[in-house]
């Protein structure tokens, strides 16, 4: 009876035991499942941030894509109510390096826009070569960036500082000091392919077959060329670069990464070419909001070793713009030697070349370099210049003295203007008396909507139409009859008073519901119209940022203080605005 006894409590005991195991299965409690020791709970890791910046996103251009179902993601996170929206502006130049130096750096710092003169070497410094971006970068070093805690960049123009994975422009250059990294960054681009070979081909061929439908369209409706030759750089950024942020950010989650930025540019490219809301363009940011989901879920998954925010935002917004060269057939700096030509005309006064001789110099520089080699070509060139001007001087042509020629560098309607030879900046008042007609080309240009100069007292002189007008430093009405408040005069003489700026500011005419574009694009950012100052951030409803004015340097201190714990004063530019 004793052994029957014994067995019927060990049979209820097992029974008991299994009861509980399916338990814990149906719970997933895997302790309890196999029996394992319940280890010392860690505790919590800090909570990370994911920033997400869909570049040249201008606001109103996200609106219109809700309507059009192109952003179905985006609008779910506002209509479920767990994000808000908030807009503010770019300030001047906007563009992504100085947004994303203000928002990585808390500083804005010496960027007059996307392309500058070097007056000392007479380079220009252009953001799309790596070279130039590292060594921009290098300015910032000592600031603390926001990813310089362990966090990880993908696809942006700067490192923030990170340690981690860096897939940004400076990463493609071999600088003296990056390229280890640059091979590290290649390492890491072979993996992450191989994990999703099939899916990136794919992808980046079926870009470039809608790309190439498109230019097929375009062909057949005889709508004007848009950059098509560019088909296979916008595929690659619309399908392989997100491709492979997805798949990075998705890595960086399960490893921990406490702080993530990532750049998408697929709809910067492809608006640029066709314009703001083309159905090319508003095709590619149905992509990204398709891989912002991706990104959202993998943050949610129980894998992830800890919590994180996720924010999407854009650094500056995009104009529809007609290029000038469509409409006076040839680009803007010709206009201005054909300008001052005309101006110069019966002057007699300005020590300039005319166009006439510039061109038939340029024409003799062409045909001489055909014929020749190219190492002859390249020891001939400082003789071709001098022989073309003492061949070809037209009669009456002034006397060959040191002469002021001008070099334009545009960011899309907003562009600086160079007197070549200057070593500093010049004053309005040494313009007006060095380049008469190139003042008079200015005012007669129905391109140009106003233009600023630097005052011998510190104070902004804008032009048009032939009037000046010198605001001075803190203004109180700013310049009404130009649309300038003072938020704007403020941002145009920070700019103007860098020493790397032009010696003139020019900003374009408004035209057909955008503006001209001293490049040719069909839609641009650089300038001060409200399209292109229109900045979005999408942010989690219980961590909005504080105030309501925001900017780059703002953000800068709301994720500085909330996700690292450092207070970062106010920037130099904010300091000047206010």
Known sequence: MEGMKALREGTLELREEIRERVRALRERRWERLFGFRRRAVDPPAPRGFVIVQIDALAGWVLEEAMRRRRA????????????????????????????????????????????????????????????????????????GGL???????????????????????????WEKGRR????????????????????????????????LLDIAG????????????????????????????????????????????????????????????HPYALWCLREIDRDLRRIYRSLHRRSRKRDYDFYVLSDHGILPTTPIEDVAGQDFESLLLDGRLASGAGGGSEAEESAADLHRSIEVLTGIGRILPPVARFLLRPFHRRFARGRFRSPGALPPEPIPRVALRPTGNFAHLYLVGARSPLLAEELE??????????????????????????????????SRERVPDLPAAGAPDLGLDPWKIQEIRRVLFMPRSGDVLLFSERCDGGAYNFQHEYASHGGLEPEEQDCFLLHPADSAPPGYELSAEALHRFFAKRYLGREAAPSRSETLAG
Request: with cysteine; aromatic share 12%.
């Open 433 to 466: 008396g060095r380049a008469i007609g190139l003042m008079r080309a200015l005012d007669r240009s129905p391109y140009v909507r106003f233009f600023a100069m630097r005052g011998a007292d510190g104070a902004v002189v804008l032009g048009r139409r032939g």
């Open 218 to 277: 375009g062909l057949v409706a005889r709508r004007p060329k848009r950059k098509w030759g560019q088909f296979v750089l916008r595929a690659l950024s619309n399908a392989f670069m997100n491709e492979l942020a997805v798949i990075g950010v998705r890595e960086e989650v399960r490893q921990g990464t406490r702080a993530l930025y990532v750049n998408f540019i697929g709809y910067d490219k492809a608006a640029h070419a066709r314009g703001a809301v």
């Open 180 to 211: 280890r990294r640059t091979i590290v960054n290649f390492a890491y681009l072979a993996f992450f392919f191989a994990l999703a070979a099939s899916r990136i081909v794919g992808r980046t061929l079926l870009e470039m077959l809608r790309d």
């Open 147 to 173: 990813l310089s805690e362990g966090g990880s960049s993908y696809f942006s123009i700067f490192t923030g500082g990170a340690e981690g994975r860096l897939f940004d422009t400076g990463g493609l250059s």
């Open 72 to 143: 179905r993601f985006l609008r779910s996170l506002l209509r479920r109510g767990g994000f808000g929206l908030r807009r503010f502006q770019a300030g001047l130049p906007a563009t992504t390096p100085a947004f994303q130096a203000g928002l990585l750096y808390g500083d804005r710092g010496e960027i007059p826009g996307f392309r500058w003169l070097d007056r000392r070497s007479g380079s220009t410094v252009w953001f799309a070569h790596p070279g130039d971006c590292v060594r921009v970068e290098r300015e910032f070093d000592g600031k």
